[in-house]
């Protein structure tokens, strides 16, 4: 069909056609006498281009989404579109300020500190593919809110954002990737945000959490000496990223430079040593099972 009934069927203009047919995202055959011939996959293909781009993604964000594994792509836009609305929240809470008669330079100071998140949360989800790269996003967006104030929080944050640029690259076999996958697939923005609030209270009450957990505890203990689970992919997935963290800097660049940016952060790592030590006083044997 011609570009006329292209447009027809998909509810489109001529030129949102044309754009997106320059921009390479659709490709219809060219007939001798120079006109476009869409076929109906074209069609259904621009049907789905126009839904991404109400959702609001960006035809480089379609591009990748066509080109590469649907429902991985899917997933990382989808945090970046959560965190992108939680940046707007952020800013309108800035405007509302502003009109109170909040000073210009306060306000600026504010900006920064979305900017920085920004800067380091894009940079998780580049340096970390996947579901680890999905989860680590979401977990640090919430401690990087705070403005850089002194020096050595300027220091932390130039530091982070080298080791992001220069993370080596996270690699699991092509077996744990696809059980990954698999097992992660329908684990969303909404799942992950609820495990690390779960997380939260847990450790900002670790006698509550230990009381109301005691059978799940016994149960994982039980099973973590398990030959089940020292053959699984799970225990498999876990040495390595356990080797990935010792041996990329994580934890010996990372984690100490995300405390020194972040007052936040600090206190949440003191509230999950304590709660560690309380687990631990609780199930020693748990040491051995590291």
């Known amino acids: 069909m011609f570009i006329n009934e292209a447009r027809k069927a998909t509810n489109l203009t001529k030129k949102a056609i044309e754009y997106y047919t320059s921009q390479g995202l659709v490709s219809p055959a060219i007939l001798e006498n120079g006109y476009r011939d869409f076929n109906e996959n074209d069609v259904e293909l621009l049907k789905r281009i126009s839904i991404f781009r109400k959702i609001g993604f960006s035809t480089e964000d379609i591009k990748a989404i066509l080109a590469d594994d649907k429902e991985a792509v899917l997933q990382k836009m989808s945090v970046k579109k959560e965190l992108s609305i939680q940046r707007e929240k952020a800013k309108q809470v800035l405007l509302d300020r502003l009109s109170t008669g909040e000073s210009l330079a306060e306000i600026e100071t504010a900006l920064n500190a979305i900017e920085q998140n920004k800067t380091i ?165 748990i040491e051995n099972l590291k």
Not at 164 to 190: H, M, R
Not at 214 to 232: P, V
């Open 121 to 285: 949360t894009d940079k998780l989800l580049e340096a970390f593919p996947g579901y680890y790269g999905r989860f680590l996003c979401l977990h640090f967006a919430r401690f990087l809110n705070e403005p850089i104030s002194t020096p050595q929080q300027q220091a932390a944050y130039d530091k982070i954002v080298t080791f992001l640029d220069e993370a080596p690259a996270l690699s699991f076999s092509k077996e744990l990737w696809n059980f990954l996958d698999e097992s992660t697939q329908s684990i969303g923005v909404e799942n992950i945000c609820d495990m690390h609030e779960k997380m939260k209270r847990s450790i900002e009450n670790p006698e509550q959490f230990l009381s109301e957990n005691q059978e799940m505890l016994a149960w994982y203990l039980e099973y973590k000496k398990s030959d089940e689970y020292k053959n699984s992919a799970a225990f498999k997935i876990q040495t390595t990223l356990k080797e990935f963290n010792n041996t990329s800097g994580y934890y010996d660049v990372f984690i100490p430079a995300m405390k020194r940016l972040s007052n936040s952060y600090a206190k949440h790592c003191r509230q999950l040593e304590t709660a560690n030590e309380k687990l631990l006083s609780e199930y020693p044997e």
